[in-house]
Every structure is written in structure tokens, then in C-alpha cells.
């Protein structure tokens, strides 16, 4: 039982370069969400998905794109990185509704840095 | 704008003794307030949650307080134990529309128990 699955851990990229963050879970999960978590800052929701073909923007959406073409998976694309999106980036999923009373499950992170 | 703070960014704390950590929020509009763990290098870990229509929920050796009226929360851990140094973010969720949900984060607070 793999719960969320983050890949790459790590990352570098060049200001410009486009790649895509893979979120993968394995609990049947129909919310998932992107979080970006920066010193001083806490965890910011970027974008989020309610099930399978609806996403919607979060708190800080800008640079970043999002889709759900499967119940499973919910990939974050960076289509220019930039300098201001070197963070630390959580993806995590719940069971529909039921995030207040058990909370969401968090991947492990990728560490990004864009140069 | 900062709908949730930690305004203690560290706490150090005696083995065995109580650790106490503190939330404020601004948003009337939370129903569900939850507690989350974090270990350098990993994801947060859900650690309890409260409804707003309480005031308190206990769970072993982890306690949260809600006063509605203050918009304050917090976290009591007796008796605090090493492997409970980590950082502990406070968060709220907001609900609306039919399936919409946002999880709002503190900034964090890093608690060190002292041996």
C-alpha cells in the first residue's frame, strides 16, 4: 500500500524549462490537491480535483497547469519555471468529504529549485 | 493576508512536561480545524482535527481546544515525549458549493522536547 507516490524527489531546472510533477495514489482517493510550501509561508493550495475530469485553482495557480484524466493520478505541469517556483512541493488526497475529520494524506515532497 | 497564524515559530519543551501550541484564525467561515505533523524531508502527517461545533477532541496523548468566540486553537501533548520534535502546522477548512474544499495552513510552529 503505496498511499501517494511524489516523483522526482528532487529537481533542478533551468528558468524557462517546462516539466511536469507526477502525483500518483493508490487508495481510491477523490480529492487531490497541490500545495507549495515556502520558508515563512506554510503549505499554499495551488490547484485541487474532486474526482476524475474536474480540477479547480487554489490560493497561488499562476505558472502552473493541472488535469485529471484519471481517479489515480494528478500531475502538475510547470509551463515556464521560474525562480519564484523553487519550493517544496506536496501533493495529497482524501476520500470525498472527508478531509475535516481525517485529514488529507501527503505525499513525501519534490524539493524543486529553478536556476 | 494570513487567515491563519502561528505566531510561535519554536518551542522548546522538557521531556514529560506538557507542550502547548497555539493557533489563531480570522475566517468565520471554517468548519473543520485539524493539526498536522512534519518531519524534515517527509510529508505532513495528519495528527487530529476538531469541528467547529465543538470545543474539544482528545485522542491519546494529543489534545485540541477550540474557543469560537476567540477564533483560537490549540494543541496540548502530555506528556511530551523526543520522538514529538517536529514542526506542527495548524489548518482550517472552508467548504463550499457542493464538493469545494480548501485547506489553509499556518506557517508552522518547530517543537523540540529537551530530554
Known amino acids: 500500500n503505496a498511499g501517494v507516490t511524489q516523483t522526482p524527489k528532487f529537481q533542478v531546472l533551468k528558468t524557462g524549462q517546462s516539466m511536469t510533477l507526477q502525483c500518483a495514489q493508490d487508495?481510491?482517493?477523490?480529492?487531490m490537491s497541490w500545495y507549495r510550501q515556502d520558508p515563512g509561508m506554510g503549505l499554499r493550495l495551488i490547484h485541487y480535483s474532486v474526482g476524475a475530469g474536474i480540477t479547480d485553482q487554489g490560493e497561488v495557480p499562476n505558472g502552473y497547469n493541472v488535469s485529471r484524466s484519471t481517479t489515480e493520478d494528478f500531475p502538475l505541469r510547470l509551463l515556464s519555471a521560474a525562480p519564484s517556483q523553487t519550493s517544496v512541493y506536496f501533493c495529497?488526497?482524501?476520500?470525498?468529504?472527508?478531509?475535516?475529520?481525517?485529514?488529507?494524506?501527503f505525499g513525501s515532497g519534490t524539493r524543486l529549485t529553478v536556476v | 493576508d494570513q487567515q491563519v497564524k502561528q505566531n510561535s515559530p519554536s518551542l522548546s519543551v522538557q521531556e514529560g512536561r506538557i507542550s502547548i501550541l497555539n493557533c489563531d484564525y480570522t475566517?468565520?467561515?471554517?468548519?473543520?480545524f485539524l493539526w498536522y505533523k512534519k518531519y524534515p524531508a517527509e510529508g505532513p502527517t495528519f495528527l487530529i482535527s476538531i469541528s467547529s461545533i465543538k470545543d474539544k477532541n482528545e485522542d491519546g496523548r494529543f489534545t485540541v481546544f477550540l474557543n469560537k468566540s476567540a477564533k483560537h486553537l490549540s494543541l496540548h501533548i502530555v506528556p511530551s515525549q523526543p520522538g514529538d520534535s517536529a514542526v506542527y502546522f495548524c489548518?482550517?477548512?472552508?467548504?463550499?458549493?457542493?464538493?469545494?474544499?480548501?485547506?489553509?495552513f499556518g506557517t508552522g510552529t518547530r517543537l523540540t522536547i529537551i530530554p
Open positions: 495529497a488526497s482524501s476520500y470525498y468529504g472527508t478531509g475535516g475529520n481525517y485529514g488529507y494524506t
Open positions: 475566517n468565520s467561515m471554517f468548519d473543520y
Open positions: 487508495m481510491n482517493h477523490e480529492y
Open positions: 489548518a482550517a477548512m472552508e467548504r463550499w458549493n457542493f464538493g469545494n474544499e480548501k485547506l489553509t
